[in-house]
Nanobody
Framework: VQLQASGGGLVQAGDSLRLSCTAS????????VAWFRQTPGKERTFVAA????????VPADSVKGRFTVSRDNAANTVYLQMNNLKPEDTAVYYC?????????????????WGQGTLVTVSS
């Protein structure tokens, strides 16, 4: 499956933003999906994931209560709803997919990756 991430932009602290990850070449309903983020010079870090088999979602501690993963199977799209954004959320956000039923926080567990979308949060 190929992934296309979109929805990034420049927002102020406290604002909300929704990222989209649209799949092609496969059905997203049969894929676990994760979001990761990366800042310059740093490793890609886990943000949240949704397991395909039962739609269980797992957020990283840093975004718990603020970020939510959801899925629209008809649109073959997964979303990352980000509320109460903070400057430290500034990063390039990547979506990833796996045919396994997983919420792994490790990058090597995810087979397909989108190209990334930049989120900048100003203070």
């Amino acid at each position: 499956v190929q992934l296309q991430a979109s929805g990034g932009g420049l927002v102020q602290a406290g604002d909300s933003l929704r990222l989209s990850c649209t799949a092609s070449g496969g059905t997203i309903s049969r894929s676990s999906v994760a979001w990761f983020r990366q800042t310059p010079g740093k490793e890609r870090t886990f943000v949240a994931a949704m397991r395909w088999r039962d739609a269980i979602t797992v957020p990283a501690d840093s975004v718990k209560g603020r970020f939510t993963v959801s899925r629209d199977n008809a649109a073959n799209t997964v979303y990352l709803q980000m509320n109460n954004l903070k400057p430290e959320d500034t990063a390039v956000y990547y979506c990833a997919a796996s045919p396994m039923s997983t919420t792994s926080p490790t990058t090597y567990a995810w087979k397909s990756w989108g190209q990334g979308t930049l989120v900048t949060v100003s203070s």
